[in-house]
C-alpha cells in the first residue's frame, strides 16, 4: 500500500499541475523575419518575455530569404565586355539570358536604359554575326525603342550600321500610337513599369508607345507579381491578382521545433496591415507539420499579444503532440486528452479548474479502489476467499 499511495501523489500532482510537467520544452517560439517588413522590436521583446513567464524554449529567430537574387545587370555588363572584346557567341548566350531573366523579373534589379541596353546591344551583336539576317536584329532594336523612345546614340560610341537601323526604329516606335495604362493594387504595392522607379498603387503610366512592356508590383510580405503587357488600346486597366505571403512553411518550422526538442513551434511572422502593425502567430505540431491554429494579433490593441500567447498555452497543454521523451509515461495520461482547439479557446479559468480537479478525483477513486483489491488480494491464501490462489494483482494495471 505505501507504494500505491506514493504512485497516486505522483499521479495526482501531474493532472492537478500540467503546466509545471508539460510546458518546459514544449513550444519552440520562432519570430520570422521578412523582407521589406520592419521588425517590430516591442513584439519581438513580448514574446521573449512571455516565453520566459511559461517555460518555452528561447525565441529563435529566422530570416526569410524572400525571392532570389537576381543577376541581370551582372549578366549585362559581362555581354557588353564580350562584346568590346568580340566575343559575339559569348555575347549573345549573355543577352539571351538577360533578357529572359529580365522577362521573368518584370526588369528587377535594372534601370531603364540598361532594360534597353539587352535589347539594342544583342540587335549589335546580331548584326555582326549575320549582317545579312535583318529580322531579329530589326525585332530588338524596335524593342528597344519601345522600353526607352527618348533614348538619342552616341555616334562615337555605336557602328554607323547599327545608328541607322536605331534611327529607323525609333521612328517607327514614334509613329506607332500611344496609350495608358492603370494598374490597381494592394495600397501597400509599388508598381514599376520597364524598370523605371516605381510608383504606390493605383498607378497610371501615360504616354506608353504601343507594344510590349515589363510589368512588376512589389508589396511588402507576398512575393512579387510580373507581366508581359501588351498595349494595343488607347486606355489599358488590370487589377493586380492576389500573390502568395511570404511565409515561413510549416514543416520548415516542425524542423526547427523538433531540432530543439520541443512538441510544438510557435511561427510569430509579422503582417503587413496597412495602418494596422500585425503579427501572426501558428502553433504547428513537430511530430507532424499539421497547423493546430492561426491568430492574427493587432499590436497595438493592449494587451492583445500576451492574451493570443496565454490562449497559446492553453492549447499547448491541452493538445500536446505525442513528443517522445517529452513527459514521463505518468503524464502521457493527460497527454492522450484531445480536447479540441476550438473547446480550449472557450474554456476560461474555472472551467479548466473544475476539469483538472475530476481528474484528480477520478484518478484518486480508480487508485483507492486498486488499493482495495489490492488489499482483498492478498488475503488470497485464506481458502474462503472469493478470489482464484493464482490472481496477479500486479496484472491488474497492465
Known amino acids: 500500500m505505501p507504494g500505491n499511495c506514493g504512485l497516486v501523489l505522483r499521479l495526482a500532482a501531474l493532472l492537478a499541475f500540467p503546466s509545471a510537467a508539460l510546458a518546459q520544452g514544449t513550444v519552440q517560439p520562432i519570430f520570422v523575419r521578412l523582407p521589406g517588413v520592419p521588425v517590430d522590436d516591442a513584439a519581438l521583446n513580448t514574446l521573449r518575455a512571455e516565453s520566459g513567464r511559461f517555460a518555452w524554449r528561447p525565441v529563435h529567430p529566422v530570416d526569410f530569404a524572400g525571392p532570389p537574387a537576381y543577376h541581370t545587370a551582372a549578366t549585362l555588363e559581362t555581354a557588353l565586355r564580350e562584346l568590346g572584346a568580340l566575343h559575339l557567341q559569348d555575347t549573345l548566350r549573355d543577352l539571351d539570358a538577360a533578357a529572359a531573366e529580365a522577362a521573368a523579373t518584370g526588369g528587377a534589379g535594372l534601370t531603364n536604359p540598361q532594360l534597353g541596353d539587352i535589347y539594342l546591344y544583342r540587335a549589335i551583336a546580331r548584326q555582326k554575326v549575320d549582317p545579312t539576317d535583318g529580322g531579329r536584329a530589326w525585332d530588338d532594336y524596335v524593342r528597344a525603342a519601345t522600353v526607352n523612345p527618348e533614348r538619342v546614340l552616341d555616334p562615337g560610341r555605336v557602328p554607323p550600321a547599327a545608328l541607322d537601323a536605331w534611327n529607323r526604329a525609333t521612328v517607327a516606335v514614334q509613329r506607332r500610337a500611344r496609350g495608358s495604362v492603370i494598374i490597381q493594387g494592394p495600397p501597400a504595392a509599388t508598381i514599376s513599369v520597364d524598370a523605371r522607379p516605381p510608383v504606390h ?7 506608353l508607345p504601343y507594344g510590349e512592356h515589363l510589368v512588376r508590383v512589389e508589396e511588402p510580405g507576398h512575393w512579387p507579381w510580373v507581366t508581359t503587357l501588351p498595349l494595343t488600346a488607347a486606355t489599358l486597366e488590370i487589377e493586380v491578382p492576389a500573390r502568395p505571403e511570404l511565409s515561413l512553411d510549416d514543416a520548415a518550422a516542425a524542423g526547427v521545433a523538433k531540432h530543439a526538442g520541443a512538441a510544438f513551434a510557435l511561427v510569430a511572422q509579422p503582417r503587413p496591415g496597412g495602418t494596422e502593425s500585425l503579427l501572426e502567430l501558428r502553433l504547428v505540431e513537430t511530430g507532424t507539420a499539421l497547423r493546430r491554429s492561426t491568430v492574427v494579433v493587432v499590436l497595438s490593441a493592449p494587451g492583445a499579444l500576451q492574451a493570443a500567447l496565454g490562449r ?31 473547446a480550449a479557446n472557450r474554456a476560461d479559468a474555472g472551467t479548466q479548474r473544475r476539469r483538472t480537479w475530476v481528474l484528480v478525483a477520478a484518478a484518486v477513486a480508480v487508485a483507492a479502489a486498486a488499493g482495495v483489491v489490492a488489499a482483498v488480494v492478498g488475503r488470497d491464501r485464506n481458502p474462503h476467499s472469493i478470489f482464484s490462489v493464482s490472481a496477479d494483482p500486479t496484472g491488474l494495471g497492465r
Do not use: E, I, W, Y
Open 201 to 207: 498603387s493605383p498607378a497610371l503610366f501615360a504616354g
Open 312 to 342: 497559446v498555452q492553453k492549447q499547448a497543454q491541452s493538445n500536446p503532440a505525442d513528443h517522445p521523451g517529452q513527459a514521463p509515461d505518468a503524464a502521457r495520461l493527460l497527454l492522450d486528452t484531445k480536447v479540441p482547439l476550438d
